[in-house]
Every structure is written in structure tokens, then in C-alpha cells.
């Protein structure tokens, strides 16, 4: 079965922080790459960050780099997207990802989604 499941979204004014839990099915999960994209309104899915399949490995957008910082519990099944310092501009719908790479990628699976909205 596969299951993405993404949390801890909500509202927040700038400058606050914010994280993102994805719990994803073992079958997902287990040696693969895991991420975040992004979905702002009128706007194209983007990627966000991304961490291979045994962490050592992390990818971010420009845009998120030294804000953002993206983890994984491999004894949990979790990803894990830390978000400090948010902007207006992060507000978006975040989407878990699990796939072959760390970068961006059409190739994969995306969860439902969970929302972030970042107030003035």
C-alpha cells in the first residue's frame, strides 16, 4: 500500500516557525529518497528539499537554503521538514515526496498534501 501522509501544516506569521511531519508507508519509505515540494496558488508545483534514502545526502531550493532544514527517522517511517524563518512568499500547499533522487523529479510519489500560510 501506498500512503503519504503529511502534518503540522497551519498559519503562522512571518518570521515564525513551522514543521512538517510525512509519515509514508514502509513499502515508500525504506531506500528511497524523501522530500518536500511546494504548490502556491496559480502557481506550478516546486521542489522544495530533499534527503536520500539514508540521510546523509540533502538537496534544497536556493529559496529555502539556511531556512529550511529537512530530517528523516528511518525506525518511524517519518520525514520531517523543519521551516524557521517563514516569509509570506513559503505559503503554499507542501507535498511529501518519495522517489528515486533527491533532486527534482516528476518521478515519484506525492502525498495529499497538508497547508502552510505565512500572514505579514
Known amino acids: 500500500q501506498v500512503q503519504l501522509v503529511e502534518s503540522g501544516g497551519g498559519l503562522v506569521q512571518a518570521g515564525g516557525s513551522l514543521r512538517l511531519s510525512c509519515a509514508a508507508s514502509?513499502?515508500?519509505?525504506?531506500?528511497?529518497?524523501m522530500g518536500w515540494y511546494r504548490q502556491a496558488p496559480g502557481k506550478q508545483r516546486v521542489f522544495v528539499a530533499a534527503?536520500?534514502?539514508?540521510?546523509?545526502?540533502?538537496n534544497y531550493a536556493v529559496s529555502v537554503k539556511g531556512r529550511f532544514t529537512i530530517s528523516r527517522d528511518n525506525a518511524k517511517n517519518t520525514v520531517y521538514l523543519q521551516m524557521n524563518s517563514l516569509k509570506p512568499e513559503d505559503t503554499a500547499d507542501y507535498y511529501c515526496?518519495?522517489?528515486?533522487?533527491?533532486?527534482?523529479?516528476?518521478?515519484?510519489?506525492w502525498g495529499q498534501g497538508t497547508q502552510v500560510t505565512v500572514s505579514p
Open positions: 515526496y518519495s522517489g528515486p533522487t533527491i533532486l527534482p523529479t516528476t518521478r515519484g510519489y
Open positions: 514502509r513499502s515508500i519509505f525504506s531506500g528511497n529518497a
Open positions: 534527503i536520500s534514502s539514508g540521510g546523509s545526502n540533502t
